[in-house]
């Protein structure tokens, strides 16, 4: 007797076995499937991580201030001061000089104190503004806005 229930029970374990395989077989597949389609996303993303990279640079090298060499930037002067007076004399508020300039108002805070320094592209754009009128700032920052 003893030997028709281990016969019984070797059978229920192939076939428990057999049954258990199937069933995680479909998961299995369809978890390779899943990996491969999250790999395939994480190299699409990557990819328009670059291009965006690349249009950043475009627009930065195709704005009117890129044309200006390295040099006219070195001879530029800058003076917390002076940034100061000229905003005044513009009447404008720290936010739209800020918008006109194309930085952050704690940015453009932090250069009115003198904590820090603008880099050579804004030092451009900041030149640039210095011989502007009232009504044009007014013109310029309504076309940004």
Request: positive net charge; proline residues 2%.
């Amino acid at each position: 007797m003893s030997n028709l229930a281990a016969a019984l029970k070797d059978e229920m374990k192939r076939l428990t076995r057999k049954e258990i395989k199937t069933l995680t077989t479909v998961l299995r597949r369809s978890s390779a499937q899943h990996r491969r389609d999250i790999a395939s996303l994480k190299r699409t993303v990557a990819e328009l991580e670059r291009k965006v990279v690349l249009l950043e640079k475009k627009t930065w090298s195709s704005s009117p201030l890129a044309g200006a060499k390295v040099d006219q930037a070195e001879k530029v002067r800058f003076s917390a001061k002076g940034l100061a007076s000229q905003r005044e004399r513009l009447n404008l508020s720290v936010a739209d000089y800020a918008t006109l300039i194309g930085v952050s108002v704690p940015t453009l805070y932090n250069w009115e104190n003198g904590r820090t320094r603008p880099r050579t592209v804004q030092l451009l754009s900041i030149a640039a503004l210095r011989g502007i009128t009232k009504k044009e700032a007014r013109a310029r920052l309504d076309q940004l806005t």
